[in-house]
């Protein structure tokens, strides 16, 4: 069979996962919505946020379980439908029912995304399985690339549609087309390959034992499922925090806004580095020792946030979002490691479990100290406590990638 399938899925899932990189631009639009819908509230404007990366990890194991069934190609167009039609209805929600953006923007956002994000993932794997790394890198560094692209076209938006505070809305109504139009050209390029194809020269390549496929329920009963959830749970915790509040935390350190939204520019650049630039590092050193080392950095630099002033903030911010970007780039290859590529998609949807707690959790926890910044004349020092926790849990994730490889060797003896 031909490769150039291959490589125009490929090539369609990296635009694709471009435009979903839209939704890591949110800190551009946290205090405008925070003021325009919620009474000045961050952390329940955060919530929309918090709830579109909660509920991606639904419609990852909703959609990839959907994808066998269906087909890839109908799922990522269902998933871009239903990304756009709650970019649309977010559009409209009037300033008294500001909770309704949970709903679009937050819910169905998340669920279209779930849909096209583990999908498109999958997708490619199955057509370079003896890449994995460097293919996952690809695809999901275009998610961060597009937050490097449309972060510059969404400020201008928001200005001319009014500024901050009045042009958010109507700059989700643009962002709504974009993504219908994507996803929906993209979604006739993503096609699996025919089943057992190059399996053979990936294992010969790989030198290694045969993985086992899992099916999602083989996987919900293994320990390593939950090793795994637990792990991506907590490493993505201080990269969220500050993807999600970089654009304030820059202002609460002096920044005028124009400076500060610069600074959710160079985050995003940097995670569509990492996730690239990580993948490809853990098909040399491994996928278990890569995400320790990110998480060991992530542990240090989450602590010298609210102490390094000046420029040097944006040195740290950007290798946070380094770190974080990485973490988003080896979980599917690690998920595809231990689990298998036959049910990936939906797998890895399960495992998204981990990344939707965890967002939840950093959405609550950096906007309750916000609200806390902004109540104290923009003192970042009462932020300090959030990134005390970030540093917490990036420790805590290694432990966990400890006992993660201690019960991978157990379960190869077994096997053995």
Not at 292 to 314: E, H, N, P, Q, T
Request: aromatic share 12%.
């Amino acid at each position: 069979m031909s490769r150039k399938p291959g490589v125009y899925a490929v090539l369609a899932s990296v635009c694709i996962q471009m435009t979903l990189g839209i939704a890591y631009i949110w800190s551009l639009f946290q205090n405008g919505i925070a003021n325009s819908l919620f009474n000045g509230n961050h952390a329940s404007a955060q919530l929309t946020f918090s709830l579109l990366l909660a509920t991606l990890t639904v419609g990852g194991a909703l959609g990839g379980k959907l994808g066998i069934r269906y087909g890839t190609r109908r799922i990522v167009f269902i998933g871009g439908l239903v990304l756009s039609l709650g970019f649309l209805g977010a559009s409209f929600v009037p300033a008294q029912w500001g909770w309704l953006l949970w709903i679009t923007y937050g819910i169905m956002g998340g669920l279209g995304m779930g849909f096209t994000y583990s999908t498109t993932i999958a997708c490619a794997q199955k057509w370079y399985p003896h890449r994995k790394g460097m293919i996952t890198g690809i695809i999901v560094s275009s998610l961060g690339l597009g937050g490097v692209m449309f972060s510059p076209a969404a400020q201008w938006l928001l200005v001319q549609f009014g500024g901050v505070g009045y042009g958010e809305q109507s700059t989700f109504r643009v962002l709504a087309i974009v993504f219908f139009v994507v996803c929906t050209v993209g979604s006739l390029f993503c096609k699996n390959p025919p089943e057992g194809w190059r399996l053979e020269q990936a294992a010969a390549k790989s030198n290694a034992r045969p993985i086992k496929n899992y099916t999602p329920m083989q996987m919900l009963k293994s320990i390593k499922f939950y090793l795994c959830v637990t792990t991506f749970a907590v490493a993505c915790m201080g990269g969220l925090m500050m993807i999600g509040f970089v654009s304030p935390i820059l202002q609460a350190h002096g920044f005028n806004p124009d400076i500060a939204s610069f600074g959710v520019l160079v985050v995003s650049m940097f995670n569509a580095i990492g996730r690239l630039g990580w993948s490809w590092l853990s098909d040399k050193l491994g996928r278990k020792n890569t995400i320790m080392l990110m998480l060991g950095g992530s542990a240090v630099l989450s602590l010298l946030v609210g102490v390094i002033s000046g420029g040097g903030v944006f040195v740290l911010v950007a290798f946070i979002g380094l770190c974080y970007g990485g973490v988003l780039g080896t979980f599917p290859v690690l998920t595809a490691d231990l689990f298998g590529p036959k049910h990936m998609a939906s797998n890895y949807g399960f495992v998204l479990l981990g990344f939707g707690a965890g967002a939840i959790a950093a959405g609550q926890i950096s906007g309750h100290f916000n609200n806390l910044v902004v109540q104290h004349n923009g003192d970042i020092r009462y932020m300090f406590p959030a990134f005390i926790i970030a540093s917490a849990c990036a420790l805590t994730g290694v432990v966990l990638m400890q006992l993660l490889k201690w019960r991978r060797k157990v379960d190869a003896k077994k096997d053995a």
